[in-house]
């Protein structure tokens, strides 16, 4: 496996003060998470910030990741006691905001009972790449928050009006300094919330052909046109030699989708950038298949 990936710029650091600060002036928050990897996107450091406070989980990007998956979290969100709803959503078309704007209005209707007649104020937080100000621009009918494809592009505090009459917090994205679990920082890297740049992308894509030889098969074979995965003792289609670990196994079903993508340099060597860049590209933009890397069951069974 990689080594632990470890990225924290300082503007992250502030973005904590900075929830901690305005934490106190908001009635509810909207943590927004990735449904591909709906732990490894999940903060602890925002589950510290925002305890007391409802919240509601917007399950973005669902329309990427499993829809047995994304039924299987919104159950499981359901039973959590610091969790008012989980909405699947899709920030790119608008899918789910209506909903949520529904529940944030249920919610008022009830503050407003016990509570002088004031704006009810939101903070929206999550990691880098979420989808954050997409869903901010939705809520808002306007394009009010920037917005990217590489982690890290809203900077600053900014408070937004929407058009009932809420008024909405947005703050950068943020990151935790170290990840206990290496495999969290796989995931997001993965997930193109930790930018390229810094990772090996070869090794990366490796990585993540491990993780789709063993839950998505199929998808694999169909994608690239494989006549088959490698199977153990089978002699590499670079080497020549018996692959006998999953890592063997995960670099040559590597080459066969590399060759089958014409991935090869002068001399017939395989390309690993290149096919390394493909398939975490195709995987993100869900041209393998609709994806979940984390399940309820596998927490449960690691916890």
């Not at 704007?101 to 704006?119: C, F, H, I, W, Y």
């Not at 947005?170 to 890297?189: Q, V």
């Not at 390394?276 to 979940?292: C, N, P, Q, Y």
Request: aromatic fraction near 4%.
């Amino acid at each position: 496996m990689a080594g632990n990936i470890n990225w924290y710029p300082g503007h992250m650091k502030k973005t904590r003060e900075l929830i901690q600060e305005n934490l106190k002036m908001v009635d509810a928050v909207v943590e927004v998470i990735d449904a591909r990897i709906p732990v490894s996107s999940r903060n602890p450091i925002i589950d510290e910030l925002v305890k007391g406070k409802p919240r509601i989980i917007a399950l973005n990007k669902s329309d990427l990741g499993d829809g047995e998956a994304n039924r299987a979290w919104i159950d499981a969100f359901a039973k959590a006691e610091d969790t008012v709803r989980a909405i699947p959503m899709n920030s790119m078309t608008g899918e789910g905001t209506k909903e949520l704007l529904r529940v944030l209005e249920t919610l008022d209707s009830r503050r407003r009972g016990n509570a002088a007649m004031k704006p009810y104020r939101l903070m929206i937080v999550g990691v880098p790449n979420v989808g954050k100000s997409s869903l901010i621009n939705r809520m808002t009918g306007h394009k009010s928050a920037k917005t990217g494809d590489r982690p890290g592009v809203t900077r600053g505090k900014q408070w937004l009006k929407l058009e009932n009459g809420m008024q909405l917090l947005d703050t950068p994205g943020i990151l935790w300094p170290k990840f206990e679990d290496p495999r969290a920082g796989l995931n997001l890297a993965f997930c193109g919330s930790i930018k390229d740049e810094i990772l090996d992308i070869p090794t990366l894509g490796m990585e993540l052909v491990a993780v789709l030889t063993e839950r998505y098969p199929e998808m694999l074979v169909k994608r690239y046109k494989l006549e088959g995965l490698c199977m153990e003792g089978e002699e590499s289609p670079e080497t020549g030699w018996p692959m006998e670990t999953p890592q063997d196994l995960a670099l040559g079903n590597l080459c066969r989708m590399a060759m089958k993508r014409g991935c090869i340099l002068p001399g017939k060597r395989i390309d690993y950038e290149r096919i390394g860049k493909l398939v975490l590209d195709e995987f993100r933009s869900a041209k393998i298949g609709r994806i979940t890397l984390e399940w309820p069951e596998q927490q449960e069974q690691t916890q």
